[in-house]
């Protein structure tokens, strides 16, 4: 079989105006990177037709190092739809240039089930994660330079300032920093760092803006510190949201590719599904919808987080009404949780099989909170025995929920057909199931315990005298009604990594609380979380190379 590069690079790519064709859009409304690559105007937004499309969630069981493949199942699925007769679009994240070059790789998609041109989207693509990192950086450079000024100087507390500076790459060394020199021209010096672009509060605020205007306004809206006084300071304050918004001036517009199948592929927007909303921008979103009939979306991680953001807060704020939701599981990533090693996820082991159930199990049940019988796919991997097969969706049509093979990476839109049908049929008996877990109006605490307790399985929520208090103060200055970001690992239901399959019992802890009022969110701390990882031993880009000719190989 060849390699993701090797097919990517060998399918017969069509000119992006053909592609926008087919959602009945003139050549003139487009905004060309390239021929394979263009930005859709915010005029193609329809509301109404918002309304009367089919919005396809995709998430998963828990994450496991043999991996799951929501993208390579989004877009086989949508290949599928297009097979069938559905008018169907793909909508989703940007890569970020972070994994990459690090352990994980591009995000594009494998096999038979890629969105392309695939070197150009995870690398530098339309170049929406650098105009994040200016912007974010811009006002970085405004908070030290204002910190520094003897006229305008608003008094800020360096000591409250959380706001760090970004750059899109995996690098340890930047993490905690220390910069000014002191003096006249060096600056004040502070404790700093950097995050990685991803996990700026600029992406999560570029992804539920609905227009410049209102991106504009968020972005005014970042909180940055406290001065001595403990008054609340934010970028409004630093005159910084105007510049920053003129630097975001195409990045707010969605960016229309295709997939290997030549079908519509919208890609805008990256957050982290721990620390933010780990979904596209709520612009391409409604932009696939006002085009297609259908649109298929992902959310990142597993549904205690990216689809637990999607639907608390995308789907609130966005007053979005999804469809259907499909579970993406595999054989190999539920035999890890039964208790298997990873070394021995190719050998047939119907017990650690059975027992990894468990997590499945939870995943559906999260799914029924919001009206949804989802369709779990099983994401088939070559070492999958049939009886492996044949035990798994005998468990599902127990719990009577759809099931079925997705040989997508291996056969394109042609082996997830049957999907296509069964999530046709979970759309069709879903017009107006969807609701979501809570209401923005309820306290902070009621909204992290439906949280807590419902989507993670936790038998209560302990909280720092530090995150409470951080609780009262965001309550005080205004932000009662937002809605709740919780950061957690992604390896587990908990708030412990190493609790695998379906913990039970267990405390969450909220050890701080952050506020991301240009988003739109508070995020409860629960944990570490790590927000600028480091490159692995041997990372990928050691293996990336190009050649005289520009041929890119290695990137995966």
């Known amino acids: 079989m060849k390699s993701d590069i090797e097919i990517a690079q060998g399918a017969k790519i069509k000119h992006i105006t053909e592609i926008a064709k087919q959602l009945g859009i003139a050549e003139d409304d487009l905004e060309m990177y390239g021929k394979y690559k263009a930005k859709l105007p915010l005029k193609f937004i329809d509301e109404e037709k918002v309304k009367k499309s089919n919005l396809i969630l995709v998430t998963a069981i828990t994450p496991t190092p043999a991996g799951e493949g929501k993208t390579t199942t989004s877009i086989g699925l949508t290949q599928a739809l297009n097979r069938i007769g559905k008018k169907t679009t793909v909508v989703l994240r940007e890569p970020s240039l972070g994994p990459v070059f690090g352990i994980k790789g591009g995000a594009t998609g494998g096999g038979n089930s890629q969105v392309i041109p695939m070197e150009d989207i995870n690398l530098h693509f339309t170049g929406d994660m650098a105009a994040v990192e200016k912007a974010h950086n811009l006002l970085s450079a405004l908070i030290d330079n204002n910190i520094q000024a003897k ?47 991803a996990a700026s509060e600029v992406m999560a605020t570029l992804c539920v803006a609905k227009n410049l205007k209102d991106l504009k306004e968020r972005l005014g809206n970042i909180f940055v510190g406290y001065t001595y006084e403990g008054k609340a300071i934010f970028a409004k304050d630093l005159n910084a949201h105007g510049a920053m918004a003129a630097l975001m001036k195409d990045a707010i517009k969605p960016n229309l590719v295709q997939t290997l199948e030549g079908n519509p592929a919208i890609i805008h927007g990256g957050p982290f599904a721990n620390i933010a909303q780990g979904t596209n921008t709520m612009i391409a979103t409604k932009m696939g919808m006002s085009l297609s009939d259908y649109v298929v979306t992902e959310a990142g991680f597993a549904s205690e987080l990216g689809a637990e953001k999607f639907f608390n807060i995308k789907s609130q704020v966005g007053e979005l009404m999804p469809n259907a939701v499909v579970i993406v599981a595999t054989i190999r990533a539920l035999k890890y949780h039964g ?28 799914m029924s909170y919001y009206g ?23 468990h599902c049509e127990k719990l009577d929920s759809p099931v079925a093979v997705n040989n997508a990476w291996e056969k394109g839109g042609e082996g997830a057909v049957e999907l296509a049908e069964k999530v046709i049929d979970a759309a069709q008996a879903c017009p107006t199931c969807f609701r979501p877990l809570y209401e923005m109006d309820w306290p902070f605490e009621k909204k992290i315990e439906a949280i807590a307790t419902k989507m993670y399985g936790a038998k209560n929520v302990e909280y720092t005298v530090k995150a409470k208090m951080q609780l009262d103060k965001i309550t005080e200055l205004g932000f009662g009604n937002l809605a709740v970001c919780i950061a957690k690992t992604q390896k587990s239901l908990s708030d412990d990594p190493k609790k695998k399959g379906r913990p039970r019992d267990f405390t969450v802890k909220i050890r701080e609380v952050e506020l ?16 600028m990882p480091g490159l692995p031993t041997i990372p990928s880009a050691e293996k990336i190379d190009i050649d005289d000719n520009g041929k890119i190989s290695g990137l995966f």
């Open 339 to 366: 208790g298997a090693k990873l070394a021995d996820l190719e050998k047939e082991n119907l017990k650690a099989l059975k027992k990894g159930f468990e997590n499945l199990d939870k995943h559906i049940e999260n």
């Open 372 to 394: 949804f019988r989802p369709v779990v796919a099983i994401n088939r991997f070559s070492s999958d025995t049939d009886a492996e097969i044949e035990l798994l969706k005998n």
């Open 516 to 531: 991301s009022s240009g988003a739109g969110f508070i995020v409860p701390i629960a944990g570490t979380i790590m927000r």
């Open 151 to 197: 006229e305008g100087n608003l008094g800020i507390d360096p000591r409250t300032i959380e706001w760090k500076r970004v750059t899109d790459m995996n690098e340890r060394s930047l993490r905690d920093i220390v910069i000014g020199l002191g003096g006249p021209k060096q600056g004040v010096p502070r404790e700093s760092g950097f995050h990685i672009t």
